[in-house]
């Protein structure tokens, strides 16, 4: 007898719930990027606490590389496309912006999901907790098969 399901109910529909990164097939042209990066750099540039003169001496402070204002405005303006934001200016941008959007943003290119700081405590008990789940179930047939041969 099939089960009615009662509209009244919750149900569980665990795509709405959770966003699960899935990368780009790799086609002609599907990864360029550019556009993309140059909003994120400006969105992050305009909502950061620091202005783009205290970002740039930080940047460049912690890559000894002079590093202007002038440089992350094209970095981040669309009319500049020549203007290439380098890969290795990424982890000083992220420390002068406390964020980890640059990061974040490959990680979701790529079809991954990027955990820092305390987030690795509960993404590790939840790898701990399934292991445990299928431990326990390999447990029980093992004792299942042994309680079947006596």
């Given at each position: 007898m099939k089960r009615k399901i009662d509209g009244?109910?919750?149900?569980?529909?665990?795509e709405a719930l959770f966003e699960i990164p899935t990368p780009k097939d790799p086609i002609?042209?599907?990864?360029d990027y550019g556009l993309e990066i140059r909003h994120l750099i400006s969105?992050?540039?305009?909502t950061c606490k620091k202005d783009r003169f205290v970002v740039?001496?930080?940047m460049s402070r912690l890559t000894g590389r002079e590093i202007s204002k002038g440089q992350l405005d094209s970095w981040s303006a669309e009319s500049r496309e020549g203007w290439r934001f380098p890969l290795e200016f990424a982890p000083a941008f992220e420390v002068a912006t406390e964020?980890?959007?640059l990061s974040e943003f490959l990680?979701?290119?790529r079809g991954c999901k990027l955990f820092?700081?305390?987030?690795?405590?509960?993404a590790e008990l939840g790898k701990l907790e399934t292991l445990k789940n299928e431990i326990n179930s390999k447990i029980k047939l093992l004792k299942q098969h042994i309680e079947s041969k006596r």
């Open positions: 009244r109910q919750l149900s569980m529909d665990f002609a042209g599907s990864l969105d992050t540039l305009k740039a001496a930080e964020t980890y959007v990680a979701r290119k820092a700081g305390e987030d690795l405590y509960a």
